[in-house]
């Protein structure tokens, strides 16, 4: 049996005191609800808490591949704020590991320590497990696209984070950010053996992005951004270690219910070895990840595309994805999303997966 430090069971204590004498000082035929009784408990709590869940079916269209039904993961999302000081936490959780390389099934998204200087301000400083700004933050779906897939999108890592938000005149607001990780966070979701942390680890990564926003009229707006990053792949010997370099462009249009998108980065240097084939160290690559939404009432329709190009293989990967979302409920959305993932090598195209992918997702 397990126990509760005496702190922690005083603290929980109380908060269902606090929900007790809730309903005690309503009158008997007026009972709070189960959802106003929750409202109590969060309201008593000294942090915000949220979470959710993904069940995620797979039907694939490949010879020799069989359907699958897992929880993908459930998390937490923790956040407390003291004055200007603030801390983030996310752990996420599964049956099994997400990724070969990970260290088990419960693992830390984000966490870290943040403070506001200016209190109305929207610029912060994070310190520990953040998120990397580099482009376009992501692009709307489940199942992925090859800039994930190869590590370059929703990677956490340790370190320094300046983030900021700044209105320009009336019409233009303007995102910027400046990091330095020291090392990679290791759990992002990338491929075994199609970024470093599979392999190795990487080091003294920067990143900045300044991407401005211009409203045209009520409901539409454009947005630009350019995004640079450098870093150090210490790579496992004999290979030698190597520093690569990414540029990034992005861009997005916005009016009523309908969003486009493009999000382009270069990269110079290998960040891996033997990907895309045994043997080879592509240091001259292309990706592209973009798409396009609308959305009615409760149903959004969507098409993404994403590639990555290594072009010293003359090798060339393409993810076509259309999907529909349908927010049922306010915190349950069913997702149905087409992937047809192709492999173009020099006289051979391969197909890398064909499937329809089915997606609970709830949140509270």
Known sequence: MRFLHPAAATGFLSILAAATAAQEVVPATNKLSDEEVLKVLRESLPFDIGGGFLLWHYHPFLDNVDD??????ANLVIDGHYDNFGIHFEPRFRDSKLRPFFES???????YMSWKPCPDSEGVLKVGKV????????????????????????????????????????????????????????TNGSLQGRDTLSIAKERDVWVGRVAPTFAVGDSTSVTVGASAMHGEADLVGPASNSNFTRVNGEAAFTTGPFTVFGDFTHQNGNH????????????????????LAWTC????????YSSGDYQDEDIKEELHMPGVVWQFHPHLSLWLEYVYWTRADVGDDELVDRSLNLILYGSF
Do not use: C, H
């Open 105 to 111: 099934n419960f693992w830390v998204q984000e966490l």
């Open 297 to 304: 009432k409760d149903w959004t329709f969507r098409y993404n």
């Open 131 to 186: 998120y990397s700004q580099f482009g376009r933050f992501w692009d709307g779906v489940f199942y992925g696209n090859i800039p994930y897939f190869d590590g370059l999108k929703l990677d956490p890592d340790l370190g320094l984070s300046w983030e900021n938000r700044v209105k320009v005149g009336d019409a233009t607001t303007v995102q910027y950010s400046a990091q330095f990780f020291d090392r990679d966070g290791e």
């Open 68 to 73: 699958n039904t897992e929880i993908y993961y």
């Open 272 to 291: 891996v070895v033997d990907f895309p084939v045994p043997g080879a160290d592509s240091d001259d690559i292309d990706y592209l990840m973009s798409g």
